[in-house]
């Protein structure tokens, strides 16, 4: 089944640690996204690859990065800069990137601090 | 700027009631407009899309219409069940080549 997979499905942060998010799809996508779902807030992008070893940040970047070395993985890793990472995290794929594509989901990561 | 507004929730429906959950949207050009639909405890998944005006989107027994001279795009349903209970985000894009912008999205709640 082909499909988009994030873990672990929920992760703990202690006060100034680094943590990464997976995403994997094997969906044969070049654009991947990285989103934070917040109560009431919608879904806000955090970064964007439209191809492998490319990446742009999107509205909230602040205090994240993302890596690219693979088509299938796009990992975001919270850095300590983040002074409010609790939310939710969803990552998403699609055939390329914008206009009219379907955006495909994983089932999501939720980040909470110790 | 380019902005998604959804009507405030949650909505709260009896099973088989009609549903609408209204959304409007500003944006330059001709965008792409889009319903994702979230399931408890799960990512989302598209509902239904369309790309230009005048086009109706469906699924599910889901439909919306692009209506450019009002500038919306609203969801309706004639007979909503127990498992339409979710959070319905209504997105569009910027312009080609852009990512997506998502309403803060509406809850619906649905009770047998």
């Known amino acids: 089944d082909g499909g988009i997979t994030q873990s672990p499905k929920y992760l703990f942060r202690k006060e100034g640690q680094n943590v990464t998010l997976s995403c994997e799809q094997n969906?044969?996508?070049?654009?991947m996204y990285w989103y934070r779902q917040d109560p009431g807030q919608g879904l806000r992008l955090i970064y964007y690859?439209?191809?492998?070893?490319?990446?742009q940040k999107g509205d909230i970047a602040e205090g994240y990065s993302v890596s690219r070395e693979k088509k299938e993985s796009f990992p975001l890793t919270v850095t300590s800069a983040q002074k409010n990472p609790t939310a939710f995290y969803l990552c998403?794929?699609?055939?390329?990137?914008?206009?009219?594509?379907?955006?495909?989901f994983g089932p999501g990561t939720r980040l909470l601090v110790l | 700027g380019n902005s998604v507004t959804q009507m405030e929730g949650p909505v709260t429906l009896s099973e088989e009631a009609f549903l609408t959950i209204n959304c409007t949207y500003t944006?330059?050009?001709?965008?792409?407009l889009f319903w994702y639909v979230q399931y408890p405890g799960e990512g989302l998944q598209l509902l239904l899309k369309?790309?230009?005006?005048?086009d109706k989107g469906s699924n599910k027994g889901f439909e919306a219409t692009y209506r450019k001279e009002t500038t919306s795009f609203h969801l309706e349903k004639g007979s909503v069940q127990v498992s339409d209970s979710a959070v319905y985000f209504c997105?569009?894009?910027?312009?080609?080549?852009?990512?997506?912008?998502f309403g803060k999205g509406t809850t619906l709640s649905v009770s047998s």
């Open positions: 369309a790309t230009k005006a005048d």
């Open positions: 997105a569009l894009t910027r312009q080609a080549g852009t990512a997506l912008i």
């Open positions: 944006a330059t050009g001709y965008p792409s």
């Open positions: 690859s439209q191809i492998v070893n490319d990446f």
């Open positions: 998403a794929s699609s055939i390329s990137f914008g206009g009219a594509e379907t955006q495909y």
């Open positions: 969906l044969n996508h070049d654009a």
